[in-house]
């Protein structure tokens, strides 16, 4: 790829995740693309295309966010990926830069989730009927979440991480919760986090179990908040201030995958496959290898997910994840500091925005200007994020050279 | 007696009861739902084929939130059926980490969800442990 190809993240922002009962969706999107905006330099008339993702609202949030931000007319994708919509939305703007059919894209997610509760489980009450009459493709006279399994996300999560006990061994509910006490200690250092108090292991393991091994605290906040990112090609770029080309960070991989089929994958989630299958390609696009990574933000939508994601990413060899665990390396202070933004456990998780904050915590690293959590000299690092269903972006991104 | 239903289609009312899949006649690929075609290599026609009684618990979760209606704690999991994966809970036994282990070997067992208006009795299917060895782990 030539450099007039790359693509380079211009400006990037996301809000304060937490409770925002007096903005509304549209409020929290809009903060974030004007901080993208004013990140980058630029205005809403150098945006080409915008690709949007919300989730909980009523569709066509690109076109109400252009409604109060900047209506120039310029296409508007709304997509929608599960938990990886932001990641989505930002492959959606990457892809049209480098298509060359505009020079710069915006993209931004935006969720409203405070108080949201359970994701995922039964829906509507059970209506057992007056009669049984078989419906829906497994031909089920009653509803059979509860009966035939979970469809709850900690419960399938949950069952993700012990899996991966039964083939490689070495799990257990202890280590699950640290691994959940190590993201709430490094949220204890981020300003934007919904959550930033240290827990310990005593109280992570004795709170509220919601589906064994993951209690309360080992699952991802559901939260309000929102996030943007101004992309452009290296061409453009050149002709920009010396100020904007230093802040630039480049994007060496940009990747989302579906899940291949495998036997059991219509059973159980296999959220294993599509993510090994983005790694590889991200790192072949990139050029570099884990070995080269300073940092992940890696999607621990709970406990039992970030400890499988250590190998699908290989962070450590197969099989290895709780040893790799065990040695430290994924705290803040360790060889490979994993979700030091203190992950979706205590950060947060408003679905739509997790895909551009996880990308937004990468790049304050690599531009030096993330304050006391600072991964110091960090040059290249790796962002990850999966939706069941299932799509996964994985993105690379390296501090522009000195 | 009255009439019996099974809570899905994939379940059959033998005796023994048993479970069966849709097996893609091209590949072999196995499903419990209504295809359209075969996810992994196109094809569109199916046998059906009888699934194992006996399996091994290849994971498990205990559900102690769900939505509404649905009584917890209850043990979700996913059991190797002599090779297909099948997703059930696990019944008949007390829903916690000392009874409910990885590896267990397991077996289909059948219960009454109840009877509808017209005396319509549904049956629903789960896993109950079974004596045996678990499998060790590294060797699944
Ligand atoms: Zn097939």
Redesign the pocket.
């Known amino acids: 790829m030539s450099a007039s190809e790359d693509i380079w993240i211009l400006g990037i922002h996301m809000t304060k995740f937490g409770k925002h009962p007096d903005l509304d969706t549209v409020d929290l999107g809009a903060e974030a693309i004007r901080g993208a905006l004013a990140d980058g330099g630029v205005t809403m008339a150098d945006m080409g295309v915008v690709a949007a993702g919300n989730l909980m609202g009523g569709g066509g949030i690109g076109q109400q966010l252009q409604k109060q931000v900047g209506q120039t007319g310029v296409p508007v994708y709304n997509v929608s990926n599960a938990c990886a919509t932001g990641a989505t939305a930002l492959r959606t703007a990457i892809m049209a830069v480098k298509a060359g059919e505009c020079d710069m894209g915006l993209a931004v997610g935006v969720e409203k989730l405070a108080g949201a509760g359970l994701l995922g489980g039964g829906g509507k009450p059970r209506a057992d009927g007056k009669v049984y009459e078989p419906s829906g493709r497994f031909g089920a006279v009653a509803p059979t979440d509860g009966r035939i399994g979970t469809n709850t996300m900690p419960g399938v999560f949950a069952q993700v991480g012990m899996e991966y006990g039964h083939r490689y061994g070495g799990t257990s509910f202890e280590l699950f919760a640290r691994i959940s006490e190590k993201n709430h200690a490094h949220s204890t250092l981020n300003p934007l986090a919904a959550y930033s108090k240290a827990m310990s292991l005593e109280q992570i393991m004795n709170d509220v179990m919601i589906a064994y091994p993951n209690t309360r605290p080992m699952c991802s906040a559901n939260c309000d908040g929102a996030a943007a990112a101004v992309v452009t090609n290296g061409a453009t770029l050149k002709t920009l201030s010396l100020e904007q080309q230093r802040r630039a960070i480049k994007v060496s991989a940009s990747v989302l995958t579906s899940d291949p089929w495998q036997e059991a994958c219509q059973v159980l989630p296999d959220v294993n496959t599509l993510t090994r299958n983005a790694a590889t390609q991200a790192y072949e696009q990139a050029g570099v290898g884990p070995e080269d990574l300073d940092l992940v933000e890696l999607h621990d939508c709970f406990a039992t997910a970030e400890l499988v994601h250590y190998d699908n990413l290989g962070l450590c060899e197969e099989g290895g994840a709780v040893d790799f665990f065990g040695s430290g390396a994924p705290w803040r202070d360790g060889s490979k500091p994993v979700n030091v933004s203190g992950g979706l456990q205590s950060k947060g998780h408003p679905i739509s925005a997790t895909g551009i904050a996880n990308i937004w915590e990468v790049c304050q690293h690599l531009r030096d200007e993330c304050g006391d959590r600072q991964i110091p000299d960090a040059k290249v690092g790796l962002a990850h994020v999966i939706g069941l269903g299932s799509a996964c972006g994985v993105h690379i991104l390296e501090r522009a050279a000195a | 007696m009255s009439e019996r239903v099974p809570l899905v289609d994939y379940l059959v009312l033998d005796d023994p009861p048993h479970l069966v899949a849709k097996q ?1 006649t ?2 072999g ?1 196995r499903y419990f739902d209504r295809r359209n075609a ?1 996810a ?2 196109f ?1 569109e026609e199916f046998d059906s084929v009888p699934i194992d009684n006996d399996g091994v618990l290849r994971s498990f979760t205990i559900v102690a939130h769900a939505g509404p209606g649905i009584e917890v704690p209850f043990v979700a999991g996913v059991v190797d059926c002599g090779g297909t994966s099948v997703r059930g809970n696990v019944i008949n036994v007390e829903p916690d980490a000392e009874h409910v282990s990885l590896g267990m070997p397991v077996r289909l067992a059948t219960y009454s969800l109840g009877v509808d208006d017209n005396g319509t009795e549904a049956i629903g299917f789960g896993y109950e442990p079974v004596d045996g060895e678990p499998t060790e782990p590294g060797r699944a």
């Open positions: 893609c091209q590949c690929a075969c992994s290599c094809a």
